[in-house]
């Protein structure tokens, strides 16, 4: 038996959310169904599914349904809110994970590039002491950020790269010389950077942290102004373990950042040839449960992909390749991270946000 689109938008109508489809196929009883939910809590997203699931089977028994609901982030008033103390940076965001090699910094400089193409201004301020990636990730290694002077104060100008303004500690410091900086003295060079910076008007300033949970994360993150905290898990239980305990550090007392959840990284691994095939090898939904168990906002999963890497490497955030699977799921985390924040009430991105146009490489090579 085949159905009408009519017979679709009829389901929808005694829903209530007949504005809230974007697309509908309908091939003989098969219906794939787009729906754009704009109340993006998770659980609101579950009873939705369950709703059409049921309209569905009463109205349309035969229909064999297949949904695909996403959630349009509502931009609300930033003056109901809370917000970092920096002047003009609205939101600092810790990027972190208890283990080493997870894809913090990937996933710093990818999820930057995807809150700038939604039309946030947004900078990244490298803080691995140990090894910053932002240079190479960005391809900025011969960056030197030079001074400026602002309201007759002289300030460090940050690098800028794809529109997107970055500050490492791998710009002031050598490597070798960085490595042997203790908690207090990284935390007060990292504060100088932020708080000596001309960032100018931020919607976001990613802070990537070096692997850890020791004294030199504490110092960090009680010096800074942090306003929540993304942590980055693989799904072996070997990291999971430390994910917990970086998310127990946000949510000590003496620190108290909201953790606004979790990214699985490395989730699957799918090789080109096989898009179909899903190889879970460091095993499935590791990140997700955690995130369910300890109740923290699970952002999403990135799979393996040769490109994120080889993106990486050569400094063009695989992020930036609109319209591929890679910038898709990376969209989606920046989307659940920004509505983590409009559900904890922090500082909200304005609705003027202007669209970053100048994609251009690094400003300041030498
Ligand atoms: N999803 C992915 N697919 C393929 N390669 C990835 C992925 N995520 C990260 N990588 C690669 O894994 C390596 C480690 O990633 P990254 O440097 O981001 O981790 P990190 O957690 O920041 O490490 P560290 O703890 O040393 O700071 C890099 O070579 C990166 O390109
Ligand atoms: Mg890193």
Sequence with gaps: M????????????????????????????????????????????????????????????????????????????????????LPGVKNIIAVASGKGGVGKSTVSANLAISLANMGFKV??????????????MFDCQDARPYSVEVNGKTKIKPVEAYGI????????????????????????????????????????????LPPGTGDIHLSIVQQVPITGAVVVSTPQTIA???????????????????????????????????PNNKYYIFGQNGAKHLAEQISVPFLGEIPIVQSIREAADVGRPAALQEGTIVAEVYKNIARNTVQSLVERNTTLPPTEAVRITTMAGCSAKN
């Design 2 to 85: 085949a159905y009408t689109r009519d017979q679709i938008y009829q389901v929808l109508e005694e829903l209530g959310i007949r504005n809230w489809m974007r697309n509908a196929q309908v091939v003989g009883n098969d219906i794939i169904l787009d729906i754009v939910s704009p109340s993006p809590a998770m659980h609101e997203r579950k009873r939705l599914e369950i709703a059409l699931k049921n309209a569905f089977k009463e109205n349309l028994p035969e229909a064999n349904l297949t949904l695909n609901i996403s959630v349009e982030v509502e931009e609300k008033n930033p003056n109901e809110i809370k917000g970092s103390e």
């Design 123 to 136: 900078g990244v301020l490298d803080a691995d002491i140990y090894g910053p990636s932002m240079p190479i």
């Design 165 to 208: 303004k970055i500050l490492s500690i791998g710009f002031f410091a050598d490597t070798d010389q960085a490595i042997v900086w203790r908690g207090p003295m990284a935390a007060k060079a990292l504060n100088q950077m932020i708080r000596d910076a001309h960032w100018g008007d931020l919607d976001f300033l990613l802070i990537d």
């Design 240 to 274: 999971l373990a430390d994910a917990r305990k970086g998310v127990g550090m946000f949510q000590m007392e003496a620190i108290n950042v909201p953790v606004l959840g979790i990214v699985e990284n490395m989730a699957y691994f799918t090789p080109e040839e096989l």
